[in-house]
């Protein structure tokens, strides 16, 4: 499946953005479609899932309360609705998917086989 993730740009601390990540290729529903981040000179790491299979959502402690993560199956597209940023949330933001994943596994970029091109997010202080 391929990704295209939109909906970046530049927000002041205490804003919020809705990203969006459009696929293309395959069936959909199957997919668990996650969100990742990656700053300058920091890990990648998770912020938000969404499973193929019963819709459940996953969010890394951080966001939660504040992210909202959804998908439209009909449109093969999730969302990212982020509310409440903070200025250290300025990262690279992917979105990645992959059929079939344990829910063990969800949180780990090395799980996943498909990803976009990543979108920009800055938080000004």
């Known amino acids: 499946v391929q990704l295209q993730a939109s909906g970046g740009g530049l927000v002041q601390a205490g804003g919020s953005l809705r990203l969006s990540c459009a696929a293309s290729?395959?069936?959909?529903?199957?997919?668990?479609v996650a969100w990742f981040r990656q700053a300058p000179g920091k890990e990648r790491e998770f912020v938000a899932a969404v499973r193929g299979s019963g819709g459940t959502t996953h969010y890394a402690d951080s966001v939660k309360g504040r992210f909202t993560m959804s998908r439209d199956n009909a449109k093969s597209t999730v969302f990212l609705q982020m509310n409440s940023l903070r200025p250290e949330e300025t990262a690279v933001y992917y979105c990645?998917?992959?059929?079939?994943?344990?829910?063990?596994?969800?949180?780990?970029?090395?799980?996943?086989?498909?990803w976009g091109q990543g979108t920009q997010v800055t938080v000004s202080s």
């Open positions: 990645a998917a992959r059929r079939g994943l344990i829910l063990s596994a969800l949180r780990s970029s090395n799980e996943y086989h498909s």
């Open positions: 290729g395959q069936p959909f529903s199957p997919y668990t």
